[in-house]
């Protein structure tokens, strides 16, 4: 059985950096591309990055390109988005999913873990 | 960037009744196009892929059709279960682009 579980959500300040976590079982970590996904607070799905199952390619929206930065590390079957120059517009639930590669859409979705972005 | 508009944004819908979603993009997305369904409090879930094959363990109620620009989400006979928001997403062009979703109520 799939399995993904997010951490390292909480309240940060603007412009302050947060980094979270997602371990992942029930799979082979390596072989899959692998994605996040946030949503606001009562608002609607938007897509965050992207990485290749090597970690060799990746993928930014443009509202997170040059902040946030996504990388896995495969030995531990952990997928990692580092967040920088937090703004409060950034204030979300952050899903990370698996993405059957060639097709970059989600499969399997994690529950989820809330960033808040607030002075 | 391929933009995506759902509508309607609401429907209320019978329980046995059909309920007809459409998604619509802004350029072709080919038929590089699926359909999530999130309960309140949950993460969403993968419906349909590739326009119209669902996903494993996706009751045959559930149909999605389309190609190009005009895409459809199908539910033949609403259940109660069914209430949820339901977003499309293309994924045929970066950036991936995510529909503004259609809430689904039971009458």
């Known amino acids: 059985e799939v399995q993904l579980l997010e951490s390292g959500g909480g309240l940060v300040q603007p412009g302050e950096s947060l980094r979270l976590s997602c371990a992942a079982s029930g799979f082979t970590f390596s072989s899959n591309a692998m994605g996040w996904v946030r949503q606001a607070p009562g608002k609607g799905l938007e897509w965050v990055s992207a990485i290749s199952g090597s970690g060799g390619n990746t993928y930014y929206a443009d509202s997170v390109k040059g902040r946030f930065t996504i990388f896995r590390d495969n030995s531990e079957n952990t997928l990692y988005l580092q967040m920088n120059s937090l703004r409060a517009g950034d204030t979300a639930v952050y899903y990370c999913?698996?993405?059957?590669?060639?097709?970059?859409?989600?499969?399997?979705w994690g529950q989820g873990t809330l960033v808040t972005v607030s002075s | 960037e391929i933009v995506m508009t759902q509508f309607p944004a609401t429907l209320s819908v019978s329980p046995g009744e059909r309920a007809t979603l459409s998604c619509r993009a802004s350029q072709s997305a080919s038929n590089s196009l699926v359909w999530y369904q999130q309960k309140p409090g949950q993460a969403p879930r993968l419906l349909i892929y590739g326009a119209s094959t669902r996903a494993t363990g996706i009751p045959a109620r559930f149909s999605g059709s389309g190609s190009g620009t005009e895409f459809t989400l199908t539910i033949s006979s609403l259940q109660s279960e069914d209430s949820a928001v339901y977003y499309c997403?293309?994924?045929?062009?970066?950036?991936?682009?995510f529909g503004p979703g259609t809430k689904v109520d039971i009458k």
């Open positions: 999913a698996t993405i059957p590669h060639p097709h970059y859409y989600f499969d399997y």
């Open positions: 997403q293309q994924h045929h062009k970066w950036p991936l682009t």
